[in-house]
């Protein structure tokens, strides 16, 4: 079992930034893909950023690449995401997930574990 509890989101004016940070606890962090996703008011879930278990690879939707950035530190157990140049329609609840694969699906069907997600508003 993997326990991931994110932390991060708020309320912030378009153009601005926020840091999400996504904590992992029980089995081993290293053994996991972990991918980032959101989901919008009347919308599915989307893949927005992911990361290879050893880091150094990442993956991101074309509406983020070169907004948002995904990162790891596998000592600390944690994934990050930057976002910057935040847009209205980046508005939604933000959910890390963690997959047994090497590199993270796109697909959220794949992921074995989900944190609670935490809520991200961006004001125009």
């Known amino acids: 079992q993997v326990q991931l509890v994110e932390s991060g989101g708020g309320l912030v004016q378009a153009g601005g930034s926020l840091r999400l940070s996504c904590a992992a606890s029980?089995?081993?962090?290293?053994?996991?893909?972990m991918g980032w996703f959101r989901q919008a008011p009347g919308k599915k879930r989307e893949f927005v950023a992911g990361?290879?278990?050893?880091?150094?690879?990442?993956y991101y939707a074309d509406s983020v690449k070169g907004r948002f950035a995904i990162s790891r530190d596998n000592a600390k157990n944690t994934v990050w995401l930057q976002m910057n140049s935040l847009k209205p329609e980046d508005t939604a609840v933000y959910y890390c997930?963690?997959?047994?694969?090497?590199?993270?699906?796109?697909?959220?069907?794949?992921?074995?574990?989900w944190g609670q997600g935490t809520q991200v508003t961006v004001s125009s």
């Open positions: 997930a963690a997959d047994a694969r090497e590199y993270p699906p796109r697909d959220d069907r794949f992921y074995d574990y």
């Open positions: 029980g089995r081993t962090f290293s053994s996991y893909s």
């Open positions: 990361i290879r278990r050893s880091g150094g690879i990442t």
